[in-house]
């Protein structure tokens, strides 16, 4: 969620009134920060898109997350990909 609230408020995403909600409603369920993920995350490398490191905290975070719980990511973000995690889209 938050990775869509801060695409949405730069202009680079657009969802809908109440989006956030409507996710509740059909059924997603948020997954906190836990200290595995923010291990995971101090420890998971730079891989180099484009030649240069990726260095977005919260993708970065996505990818904790997603290898610590073995959760693909919904993204269309080639970034998320060279990290070696499964995506979908």
């Known amino acids: 969620m938050l990775e869509v609230a801060i695409k949405s408020s730069i202009g680079k995403l657009r969802v809908p009134a109440g989006w956030a909600d409507r996710l509740l409603i059909d059924g997603f369920v948020l997954m906190p920060v ?3 993920h ?3 995350l101090a420890e998971l490398p730079f891989v180099k898109v ?3 490191a990726h260095r977005d905290p919260l993708d970065r975070l996505l990818v904790a997350q997603a290898e610590i719980e073995r959760l693909p990511i ?3 973000d080639a970034a998320l ?3 070696g995690v499964p995506t979908i889209w």
């Open 34 to 36: 836990a200290p595995a």
């Open 38 to 40: 923010a291990q995971r």
């Open 50 to 52: 484009d030649g240069k």
């Open 74 to 76: 919904v993204t269309r």
């Open 81 to 83: 990909a060279a990290y």
